[in-house]
Protein backbone atom coordinates (compact mmCIF):
# COMPACT_ATOMS: atom_id res chain seq x y z
CA UNK A 1 0.00 0.00 0.00
CA UNK A 2 1.32 3.53 -0.78
CA UNK A 3 2.29 5.43 2.20
CA UNK A 4 1.57 8.81 0.38
CA UNK A 5 0.14 7.42 -3.05
CA UNK A 6 -0.69 9.92 -5.89
CA UNK A 7 -1.81 13.34 -4.43
CA UNK A 8 -3.50 16.43 -6.03
CA UNK A 9 0.47 18.18 -5.88
CA UNK A 10 1.42 15.08 -8.13
CA UNK A 11 -2.30 15.22 -10.69
CA UNK A 12 -1.23 18.88 -11.48
CA UNK A 13 2.74 18.29 -11.92
CA UNK A 14 1.47 15.55 -14.38
CA UNK A 15 -0.81 17.49 -16.36
CA UNK A 16 1.53 20.36 -16.60
CA UNK A 17 4.39 17.68 -17.81
CA UNK A 18 1.48 16.21 -20.19
CA UNK A 19 0.87 19.43 -21.48
CA UNK A 20 4.39 20.59 -22.16
CA UNK A 21 4.84 17.56 -24.07
CA UNK A 22 2.05 17.18 -26.63
CA UNK A 23 2.87 21.30 -27.31
CA UNK A 24 6.54 21.40 -27.20
CA UNK A 25 7.98 18.33 -27.84
CA UNK A 26 5.57 16.04 -30.03
CA UNK A 27 5.98 18.29 -32.81
CA UNK A 28 9.45 18.06 -32.88
CA UNK A 29 9.34 14.19 -32.88
CA UNK A 30 9.30 13.61 -36.69
CA UNK A 31 12.73 15.84 -37.15
CA UNK A 32 14.54 13.74 -34.32
CA UNK A 33 13.98 10.77 -35.52
CA UNK A 34 14.91 11.87 -39.29
CA UNK A 35 17.91 14.06 -37.93
CA UNK A 36 19.47 11.93 -35.10
CA UNK A 37 20.81 15.69 -33.83
CA UNK A 38 20.94 16.14 -29.92
CA UNK A 39 17.80 18.10 -29.18
CA UNK A 40 19.71 20.81 -27.10
CA UNK A 41 16.38 23.30 -26.58
CA UNK A 42 13.69 21.14 -24.88
CA UNK A 43 16.21 19.28 -22.88
CA UNK A 44 17.96 23.15 -21.27
CA UNK A 45 13.97 24.03 -21.60
CA UNK A 46 12.84 20.87 -19.31
CA UNK A 47 16.30 22.02 -16.66
CA UNK A 48 15.03 25.61 -16.84
CA UNK A 49 11.13 24.46 -15.93
CA UNK A 50 12.91 23.14 -12.71
CA UNK A 51 11.96 19.21 -13.54
CA UNK A 52 15.97 17.88 -13.01
CA UNK A 53 15.64 19.87 -9.31
CA UNK A 54 12.49 17.92 -8.66
CA UNK A 55 14.04 15.77 -5.66
CA UNK A 56 15.91 18.83 -4.58
CA UNK A 57 14.90 20.14 -1.57
CA UNK A 58 13.16 23.98 -1.40
CA UNK A 59 16.07 25.18 0.86
CA UNK A 60 18.28 24.97 -1.96
CA UNK A 61 15.43 26.14 -4.53
CA UNK A 62 14.50 22.89 -5.79
CA UNK A 63 10.52 21.80 -5.95
CA UNK A 64 11.16 19.70 -2.79
CA UNK A 65 8.46 17.78 -4.61
CA UNK A 66 10.05 13.64 -3.54
CA UNK A 67 10.58 10.49 -5.74
CA UNK A 68 6.97 10.03 -6.72
CA UNK A 69 6.74 13.16 -8.38
CA UNK A 70 10.28 12.67 -10.40
CA UNK A 71 8.32 9.19 -11.57
CA UNK A 72 5.83 10.93 -12.57
CA UNK A 73 6.97 13.93 -14.11
CA UNK A 74 9.79 11.31 -16.42
CA UNK A 75 6.87 9.13 -17.11
CA UNK A 76 4.65 11.48 -18.68
CA UNK A 77 7.97 13.01 -20.61
CA UNK A 78 8.94 9.37 -22.17
CA UNK A 79 4.61 8.77 -22.53
CA UNK A 80 4.96 11.57 -25.72
CA UNK A 81 8.70 11.04 -26.33
CA UNK A 82 11.20 8.70 -24.43
CA UNK A 83 14.41 10.54 -25.10
CA UNK A 84 13.15 13.83 -23.35
CA UNK A 85 12.27 11.57 -20.58
CA UNK A 86 16.14 9.81 -20.61
CA UNK A 87 17.48 13.72 -20.85
CA UNK A 88 15.54 14.55 -17.77
CA UNK A 89 16.56 11.41 -15.82
CA UNK A 90 19.53 11.41 -16.77
CA UNK A 91 20.47 14.90 -15.28
CA UNK A 92 18.48 13.63 -12.04
CA UNK A 93 21.04 10.83 -11.33
CA UNK A 94 23.82 13.00 -10.26
CA UNK A 95 21.48 15.43 -8.41
CA UNK A 96 21.36 12.56 -6.12
CA UNK A 97 24.78 12.03 -5.69
CA UNK A 98 25.92 15.67 -4.72
CA UNK A 99 22.38 15.53 -2.05
CA UNK A 100 23.49 12.23 -1.06
CA UNK A 101 27.33 12.68 -0.82
CA UNK A 102 28.02 16.48 -0.70
CA UNK A 103 29.06 18.99 1.75
CA UNK A 104 27.03 21.51 2.69
CA UNK A 105 29.18 24.53 0.78
CA UNK A 106 29.17 21.52 -2.13
CA UNK A 107 25.27 21.59 -2.01
CA UNK A 108 24.68 25.41 -1.55
CA UNK A 109 26.93 25.83 -4.53
CA UNK A 110 25.46 23.37 -6.71
CA UNK A 111 22.19 22.70 -5.90
CA UNK A 112 20.58 26.43 -6.63
CA UNK A 113 21.62 26.65 -10.35
CA UNK A 114 20.50 22.93 -10.99
CA UNK A 115 17.28 23.83 -9.66
CA UNK A 116 17.17 27.44 -11.73
CA UNK A 117 17.77 25.25 -14.91
CA UNK A 118 21.55 26.84 -14.83
CA UNK A 119 23.45 23.86 -14.59
CA UNK A 120 22.91 20.80 -16.33
CA UNK A 121 24.69 17.84 -14.62
CA UNK A 122 25.82 14.57 -16.07
CA UNK A 123 27.47 11.31 -14.56
CA UNK A 124 30.21 10.11 -15.98
CA UNK A 125 30.91 6.25 -14.67
CA UNK A 126 30.62 3.58 -17.84
CA UNK A 127 34.08 3.24 -19.63
CA UNK A 128 34.59 1.29 -23.17
CA UNK A 129 36.12 -1.44 -21.21
CA UNK A 130 34.73 -2.25 -18.27
CA UNK A 131 31.15 -1.16 -19.24
CA UNK A 132 28.66 -1.05 -16.33
CA UNK A 133 31.41 -3.06 -13.92
CA UNK A 134 32.12 -0.21 -12.11
CA UNK A 135 35.32 -2.34 -10.17
CA UNK A 136 37.03 -2.85 -13.49
CA UNK A 137 37.38 1.15 -14.23
CA UNK A 138 40.68 2.31 -15.34
CA UNK A 139 39.76 5.94 -15.20
CA UNK A 140 42.20 7.70 -12.60
CA UNK A 141 42.86 10.59 -10.44
CA UNK A 142 46.08 11.53 -8.38
CA UNK A 143 46.61 14.53 -6.13
CA UNK A 144 48.75 17.61 -7.29
CA UNK A 145 48.79 20.86 -6.24
CA UNK A 146 46.69 20.93 -3.30
CA UNK A 147 43.88 18.91 -6.12
CA UNK A 148 43.43 16.19 -7.82
CA UNK A 149 44.63 15.39 -12.12
CA UNK A 150 41.85 13.61 -13.83
CA UNK A 151 42.64 10.97 -16.67
CA UNK A 152 40.00 9.21 -17.83
CA UNK A 153 37.54 8.24 -20.97
CA UNK A 154 33.68 7.94 -19.95
CA UNK A 155 31.04 6.10 -22.80
CA UNK A 156 27.53 6.17 -22.56
CA UNK A 157 27.26 9.73 -20.35
CA UNK A 158 23.51 10.79 -20.60
CA UNK A 159 23.55 14.34 -21.77
CA UNK A 160 27.37 14.49 -22.72
CA UNK A 161 26.32 17.47 -25.14
CA UNK A 162 24.62 19.49 -22.78
CA UNK A 163 26.29 18.82 -19.19
CA UNK A 164 28.44 21.97 -17.40
CA UNK A 165 29.42 20.26 -14.79
CA UNK A 166 30.52 16.12 -14.62
CA UNK A 167 30.18 14.23 -11.64
CA UNK A 168 32.93 11.56 -12.68
CA UNK A 169 34.12 8.16 -10.60
CA UNK A 170 37.58 7.72 -10.44
CA UNK A 171 40.27 4.97 -9.45
CA UNK A 172 42.23 6.37 -6.47
CA UNK A 173 43.98 3.45 -5.33
CA UNK A 174 44.89 0.24 -7.51
CA UNK A 175 42.38 -2.23 -6.11
CA UNK A 176 39.72 -2.48 -2.38
CA UNK A 177 36.72 -1.57 -1.73
CA UNK A 178 38.01 2.13 -1.25
CA UNK A 179 39.71 2.37 -4.23
CA UNK A 180 37.22 4.63 -5.88
CA UNK A 181 36.76 8.32 -5.25
CA UNK A 182 33.77 10.93 -6.99
CA UNK A 183 35.12 14.68 -8.75
CA UNK A 184 32.44 17.23 -9.76
CA UNK A 185 34.03 18.35 -12.68
CA UNK A 186 33.04 21.85 -14.45
CA UNK A 187 33.29 20.84 -18.09
CA UNK A 188 34.81 24.79 -18.79
CA UNK A 189 38.04 22.77 -17.29
CA UNK A 190 41.00 22.55 -19.16
CA UNK A 191 41.49 18.65 -20.68
CA UNK A 192 37.32 18.14 -20.89
CA UNK A 193 36.31 17.53 -24.19
CA UNK A 194 33.23 15.71 -25.84
CA UNK A 195 33.50 13.18 -28.41
CA UNK A 196 31.54 13.97 -32.02
CA UNK A 197 27.72 13.02 -31.34
CA UNK A 198 26.93 9.33 -32.80
CA UNK A 199 23.60 8.84 -33.52
CA UNK A 200 22.35 5.23 -32.17
CA UNK A 201 19.18 2.80 -32.65
CA UNK A 202 16.58 4.05 -30.47
CA UNK A 203 16.38 7.24 -28.01
CA UNK A 204 16.62 10.05 -31.25
CA UNK A 205 17.85 13.31 -29.85
CA UNK A 206 19.14 12.02 -27.04
CA UNK A 207 22.48 13.14 -25.99
CA UNK A 208 24.59 9.79 -24.68
CA UNK A 209 28.10 10.11 -26.34
CA UNK A 210 31.64 10.09 -24.86
CA UNK A 211 33.44 12.31 -22.73
CA UNK A 212 37.64 12.68 -22.25
CA UNK A 213 39.47 13.88 -18.79
CA UNK A 214 42.69 14.75 -20.14
CA UNK A 215 44.73 16.18 -17.37
CA UNK A 216 41.91 17.60 -15.67
CA UNK A 217 42.72 19.56 -12.72
CA UNK A 218 40.38 20.24 -10.03
CA UNK A 219 40.72 21.64 -6.57
CA UNK A 220 40.13 19.39 -3.15
CA UNK A 221 37.00 21.04 -3.08
CA UNK A 222 35.90 19.34 -6.06
CA UNK A 223 36.04 15.77 -4.20
CA UNK A 224 32.57 14.60 -3.62
CA UNK A 225 32.81 12.67 -0.01
CA UNK A 226 35.84 11.43 0.62
CA UNK A 227 38.44 9.56 -0.72
CA UNK A 228 37.11 6.06 -1.47
CA UNK A 229 33.46 7.09 -1.33
CA UNK A 230 33.26 6.38 -5.07
CA UNK A 231 31.42 3.24 -5.53
CA UNK A 232 29.04 4.47 -2.42
CA UNK A 233 28.45 7.69 -4.69
CA UNK A 234 27.76 5.95 -7.96
CA UNK A 235 24.92 3.71 -6.56
CA UNK A 236 23.46 6.22 -4.67
CA UNK A 237 22.91 7.63 -8.19
CA UNK A 238 22.55 4.61 -10.44
CA UNK A 239 21.15 1.94 -8.06
CA UNK A 240 18.82 3.87 -5.62
CA UNK A 241 18.08 6.77 -7.93
CA UNK A 242 18.32 5.05 -11.18
CA UNK A 243 16.51 2.17 -11.24
CA UNK A 244 13.30 3.89 -10.65
CA UNK A 245 14.22 6.82 -13.45
CA UNK A 246 14.80 3.69 -15.80
CA UNK A 247 11.22 2.09 -14.80
CA UNK A 248 9.74 5.75 -15.44
CA UNK A 249 11.05 6.32 -18.95
CA UNK A 250 9.94 2.40 -19.51
CA UNK A 251 6.57 2.35 -18.15
CA UNK A 252 5.90 6.23 -19.91
CA UNK A 253 6.79 4.19 -23.78
CA UNK A 254 4.86 1.41 -22.17
CA UNK A 255 1.49 3.27 -21.73
CA UNK A 256 1.91 5.14 -24.87
CA UNK A 257 1.94 1.90 -26.70
CA UNK A 258 -1.40 0.44 -24.79
CA UNK A 259 -3.04 3.95 -25.74
CA UNK A 260 -1.68 3.58 -29.30
CA UNK A 261 -2.93 0.41 -29.48
CA UNK A 262 -6.47 0.54 -27.25
CA UNK A 263 -6.85 3.38 -30.13
CA UNK A 264 -6.28 1.39 -32.64
CA UNK A 265 -8.26 -1.94 -31.76
CA UNK A 266 -11.29 0.61 -31.48
CA UNK A 267 -11.56 2.19 -34.61
CA UNK A 268 -9.95 -0.61 -37.15
CA UNK A 269 -13.00 -2.87 -37.67
CA UNK A 270 -13.91 -6.71 -38.81
CA UNK A 271 -16.66 -8.10 -39.45
CA UNK A 272 -18.66 -5.49 -38.97
CA UNK A 273 -17.35 -4.53 -34.94
CA UNK A 274 -14.68 -2.77 -33.89
CA UNK A 275 -11.60 -5.23 -33.16
CA UNK A 276 -11.84 -4.03 -29.75
CA UNK A 277 -15.09 -6.17 -29.17
CA UNK A 278 -13.93 -9.45 -31.47
CA UNK A 279 -12.94 -11.81 -28.34
CA UNK A 280 -9.53 -13.03 -28.74
CA UNK A 281 -8.02 -9.52 -29.55
CA UNK A 282 -10.33 -8.21 -26.44
CA UNK A 283 -8.36 -10.96 -24.05
CA UNK A 284 -5.01 -9.56 -25.37
CA UNK A 285 -5.69 -5.75 -24.69
CA UNK A 286 -7.06 -6.89 -21.65
CA UNK A 287 -3.67 -8.45 -20.63
CA UNK A 288 -2.18 -5.18 -22.04
CA UNK A 289 -4.14 -3.36 -19.45
CA UNK A 290 -3.37 -5.54 -16.73
CA UNK A 291 0.50 -6.06 -17.45
CA UNK A 292 0.50 -1.80 -17.63
CA UNK A 293 -1.16 -1.53 -14.08
CA UNK A 294 1.48 -4.00 -12.13
CA UNK A 295 4.38 -2.56 -13.70
CA UNK A 296 2.60 1.17 -12.74
CA UNK A 297 1.85 -0.16 -8.88
CA UNK A 298 5.46 -1.44 -8.92
CA UNK A 299 7.20 0.91 -9.76
CA UNK A 300 4.91 3.80 -7.69
CA UNK A 301 5.56 1.86 -4.87
CA UNK A 302 9.43 1.30 -5.26
CA UNK A 303 9.46 5.66 -5.72
CA UNK A 304 7.38 6.11 -2.50
CA UNK A 305 8.90 4.22 -0.39
CA UNK A 306 12.31 6.51 -1.15
CA UNK A 307 9.63 9.68 0.13
CA UNK A 308 9.38 10.54 3.32
CA UNK A 309 6.45 8.85 5.41
CA UNK A 310 6.52 6.78 2.23
CA UNK A 311 5.59 2.64 2.04
CA UNK A 312 8.07 0.15 4.46
Request: aromatic share 6%; charged share 20%.
Amino acid sequence: MFGGGITERHEKLRAEVRAFAEKEVAPRIARMETSGVVERDLAWEIARRGWIGVTIDSAYGGMGAGHVAKVVLIEELARVCAAMGAAAQASQLPVAMIDNFGSEEQKRRWLPPIAAGEIMPTIDVTEEVSGSQIGGMQGRARRLRGGWVLNAVKTHVGNSHLANLHCIVLRTADSGPGSLSAFLVESKRDGVSVRPHVPAMGLAGFSFGTVVFEDVWVPEENLLGAVGDGRDVADSASVLNGRANLGAVSLGVHRATVESTLAFAAERKRYGRPLSELGTVEQRLGQMVSNLMTAQTVLYLAADMQDPGGAV
